[in-house]
């Protein structure tokens, strides 16, 4: 590909000036851009995305979040709600109260606030939907097949809620109840529910498996498929 | 899996589901799951198995050797184990890497102690001098949990598909000297009626599971590796993991594991026969 | 079959019902009654107003690590701008057999204007200092505090090499040299009753 | 063979005396016939190797035969089988610390077996617990290791290395006796077994039966480590 009339987007690079492919992928050409979008990739994440991470480090005010990008993403103090939902500055006692609120090994869902230089992300966790996920199961899949769309919060009506993240990490969990805000007490969840929320995994895993892209009705009509088989006899 | 450590939240939520009777992959608690089980594969073995269930995979292969007997079974010859995990390194056990592959190891070697397994006295070229050694080594490509159980399955399946070249003695004016056939025709096969067959119990909550994911391990205070074998007899016992165990919890674990190794010993013995009987081409690894 | 007062126990062995007694130090509670944890003397103190407390009297002081709240006396490791490496080496007034490493940061070390505090007049590798535990902080080391005014330096060697003597509570003096060195200087209530 | 098939009435095999190394916190020195392991604590200290941030403590063991211990002489560095001890032993007693107490921090075990004539797991559990209890670190129990070895039907308790490894000598070579090796470490006042091995076929009752009587084996043991506990604390007392 001559290069005069076309300009280096990401997955390409130049050798004696010709465009040649780095990573295996889609060839997306917009305007004069021209990249490669890899099938099987880490996490890149743009502004406004949402994802779900979990915590691997707490550190000098600010959390060191894994969301299957090649860098870990940071979340800082100040980008978070305070427990008690109060807007002030962060003083020197909710530094050490940061334990409390967030440890390792936590999971959370939050929206990409900014990319910095070195392409690591920068999280922030202050609207009512975003926060801790308590009960409920994750589920890792490849971040090309999460579709982008509109919202990535949804209640399927089987009785399940879902976030698909766009880092490829699909929290599944029992329909949160109307009054637990944000649901820090342990509700505990019934068979029934559990069951769907089983059955939801599997479907997610199989879909996953074929490469199908993901997204809610997509899940659905799986989810619907898979209603005649009895739940402990899935493949997985 | 990303993070090893699970938040309290997913552990409750776990814990939970198993008191339920419903697991987070929906199996109830004394569900199996499914694996694919291919024996020859690996050209130059005396016998090699591959197994494949979801999230793990588990390849063995068995290489005879003549060697010198160990000096207090002079007579018999003698297995040497050896569990390699260094291509799944995961997180939780970076940095010990050695004490897992030396737990699984002496797992695998504790099963295979008492003589009557194996009918090691076959394995005799010169009783004291010459003996056969098998040299049996699993790799671990892909781990999901459950790892012992896999691994004896599969080396329970190499066995079955060992064939041991014949050797015949001379010995020209006092010089014993071997000599190894190598038409197949007068190969030795082993018997694999009394080789057990690891079940692990995981203690989560109140209540244990079969064959636990790596969640659920993580989530288990104490597990017990229990070796059945095709007689319904117990061949080795082993606690693992970090809580302590109530003696009729335990009593009860072994119960179930003897349930369910019935099926498990008579399934893996039919797949073996029809495999053999089959001996179609075998799709090795590129089924996936 | 309660262990009576005065008797030798092991851990493990039963103290008491929950609904007699309350758990003191090196006790445990388990389904409703009180096991020992240590090896030592059953001991029951009356409380006024609640029950009597269970304790286990043992010979041999308790193993104890640095807990929040507590004052500790380190020796000063090294200095950077941000905070300042410590070695802790007793815990309130029993020496401790291995020290734990600690860390001062630089906005513990005052009450009052944090941020203009230049670490280097605070504190000199080698010196010795009072500190109180402030958090567990990250696994590498605790986080100490010197924010109050009895916490300091206690002990510090002139550039001569001699001790030093305080004048004031910033300032310390070296009696050969004269030479007045900076440091933040543990308060008068420790000098006068030691 | 030994006459006393059955379990002693009263239990006289078991010598243990704590206080054996000075230097460490608790230490303890056990004599279980000719079996003699010595055992030090020290701890709760600094954990060695930084990873992540641990709230609870830690436990480590390092169990080491001396090279002139066993019939065969052993290597300097620890091989498989010292390594597996050590594991087996970390897990039985890491349900007895009281970990929450001591956080971010480690509690170390060294382990040396002096002279090896057998049982030298149990009694290298129940040295280490002793030894925890010495040292003054919070316990919820004292874990009791035991061995028995079934030969038959004779089941003996803390066998000997030659009843260990040999054979009945009127068995003949192809004559199948069950034979099996089972070690069991009970935590007598909560009544949990924290660890369990055993080796060699059984059916499934007679494997109950085996273990049940190594349980039984456990609590005779159990009065002779309360009794020396009690000794160490009353030598204690006097001295200060």
Not at chain 2, 214 to 221: A, G, L
Not at chain 2, 226 to 238: K, M, P
Not at chain 2, 280 to 286: A, P, T, V
């Amino acid at each position: 590909m001559t290069i005069f009339h076309s300009c280096r987007g990401h997955g390409t690079y130049l050798q004696d000036n010709k465009l040649k492919a780095s990573v295996a992928g889609f060839v997306e050409k917009v305007g004069k851009l021209i990249c490669v979008k890899p099938v099987k990739s880490r996490y890149n994440g743009e502004v406004g995305d949402v994802v779900v991470g979990i915590i691997t480090e707490v550190g000098q005010r600010r959390w060191k979040v894994d969301t299957y990008s090649r860098l870990d993403s940071l979340l800082m103090l100040s980008a978070v709600n305070l427990p008690g939902g109060e807007l002030r500055r962060r003083s020197e006692k909710d530094e050490l109260m940061m334990r409390q609120h967030l440890t390792e090994g936590d999971l959370i869902s939050a929206e990409v606030q900014s990319v910095h230089g070195d392409g690591s992300l920068a999280l922030h966790t202050r609207s009512l939907k975003y926060g801790k996920l308590i009960q409920g199961t994750l589920v890792t899949v490849a971040p090309a097949l999460i579709k982008r769309c509109k919202t990535h919060f949804h209640n399927l009506e089987c009785g399940a809620s879902i976030i698909l993240g766009n880092n490829g990490y699909i929290w599944i969990s029992p329909l949160l109840k109307e009054d637990a805000e944000n649901q820090t007490t342990k509700s505990d969840t019934s068979t029934l529910e559990r069951e769907i929320v089983a059955r939801l995994r599997n479907c997610i895993m199989a879909l996953a498996e074929r490469q199908m892209l993901l997204y809610d009705t997509s899940i659905t009509y799986t989810y619907e498929a898979s209603l005649n088989y009895q739940v402990s006899q899935h493949k997985k | 899996m990303s993070s090893s450590t699970l938040s309290e939240g997913r552990k409750q939520f776990i814990v939970d589901g198993v008191t339920q009777d419903c697991r987070a992959d929906g199996r109830r608690c004394i569900d199996f799951r499914r694996f694919q089980i291919e024996t020859g594969i690996v050209s130059n073995t005396n016998g090699s198995a591959r197994l494949r269930q979801y999230g793990t995979d588990v390849l063995v292969g068995i290489k005879a050797e003549i060697g010198q007997p160990k000096q207090e079974r002079s007579n018999t010859g003698h297995l040497e184990f050896y569990v390699d995990c260094s291509s799944y390194n995961t997180t939780e056990i970076d940095g010990h890497i050695g004490d897992f592959t030396t737990q699984l190891t002496k797992s695998l070697e504790r099963i295979y102690d008492s003589e009557n397994v194996l009918d090691l006295k076959s394995l005799t070229i010169i009783a004291g001098e010459q003996v056969w050694v098998l040299y049996i080594d699993a790799v671990v490509l892909e781990c999901c949990g459950n790892l012992l159980d896999c691994i004896s399955i599969a080396v329970k399946a190499a066995l079955y598909n060992t064939r041991i070249p014949g050797v015949s003695v001379n010995d020209e004016e006092g010089v014993l000297e071997l000599e190894i056939s190598d038409d197949p025709n007068d190969e030795k096969k082993l018997s694999i009626d009394k080789v057990p067959v690891i079940v692990s119990c995981n203690k989560i909550g109140h209540r244990y599971v079969v064959d636990a994911t790596q969640e659920e391990e993580c989530c288990s205070s104490g597990r017990l590796l229990i070796a059945v074998n095709d007689r319904n007899n117990i061949c080795s016992l082993q606690k693992s993991g970090t809580g302590s165990l109530d003696p009729s919890t335990i009593f009860e674990m072994i119960e179930t594991a003897r349930q369910a190794a019935v099926p498990l010993n008579q399934e893996l013995l039919q797949t073996l026969k029809r495999e053999e009987r089959s001996n179609n081409d075998k799709c090795g690894f590129f089924a996936n | 079959m309660a262990a009576e007062v005065g008797n030798p126990v092991i851990p493990g062995q039963r103290l008491g019902s929950i609904d007699q007694f309350s758990a003191g130090l090196g006790t445990y509670v388990r389904q409703r009654h009180i096991y020992a944890s240590l090896v030592g003397y059953k001991d029951i103190i009356s409380q006024a107003g609640q029950l009597p407390k269970i304790q286990i009297k043992t010979g041999n002081v308790s193993c104890n690590l640095p807990t929040i709240g507590k004052v500790v006396t380190a020796k000063v490791l090294n200095v950077n701008p941000r905070f300042c490496r410590v070695l802790i080496i007793c815990i309130g007034t029993t020496p401790l057999k291995e020290p734990f490493k600690g860390t001062i940061r630089k906005e513990d070390i005052r009450a009052t204007e944090k941020d203009k505090v230049d670490m280097y007049n605070c504190f000199k590798p080698g010196d010795a200092v009072l500190a109180e535990v402030i958090s567990l902080g990250d696994p590498r080391s605790y986080y100490l505090s010197t924010a109050k005014n009895e916490l300091g330096v206690i002990f510090a060697k002139s550039t001569a090499g001699h001790p030093m003597v305080p004048i004031s509570w910033t300032e310390m003096q070296c009696p050969h040299t004269e030479k007045i060195e900076l440091r933040k200087v543990a308060g008068i209530k420790y000098w006068t009753d030691s | 063979m030994r006459k006393d098939y059955q379990l002693p009435k009263f239990y006289d095999r078991l010598v243990c005396r704590t206080g054996a190394v000075s230097q460490a916190v608790g230490s303890a020195y056990i004599e279980l016939r000719n079996t003699k392991i010595i055992c030090a604590v020290y701890g709760p200290r600094e954990v060695a190797k930084k990873q992540e941030f641990n709230i609870q403590a830690t436990v480590a063991c390092e169990l080491k035969f001396a090279t002139f211990s066993c019939r065969r002489r052993r290597r300097h560095i620890q091989d498989s089988q010292e390594k597996e001890y050590s594991q087996i032993i970390v897990q039985a007693l890491q349900p007895v610390v009281r970990l929450d107490k001591y956080p971010k921090s480690q509690i170390d075990i060294f382990i040396t077996v002096l002279q090896n004539d057998g049982s030298v797991l149990g009694g290298a559990i129940t040295a280490a617990s002793v030894a925890l209890a010495d040292s003054g670190i919070e316990i919820f129990d004292v874990a009791i290791g035991c061995c028995l070895r079934q030969i038959g039907d004779l089941s003996l308790i803390d066998p000997t290395y030659l009843e260990e490894e040999g054979r009945l000598n009127n068995e003949e070579e192809d004559e199948i006796v069950t034979n099996a090796n089972v070690t069991i470490a009970l935590l007598p006042s909560l009544n949990q077994v924290s660890a369990l091995i055993m080796n060699g076929e059984l059916d499934v009752d007679s494997t109950q039966r085996i273990i049940k009587d190594c349980l039984e084996g456990c609590i005779r043991i159990y009065p002779v480590v309360r009794e020396c506990l009690t000794k160490s604390l009353e030598e204690k007392m006097s001295r200060n």
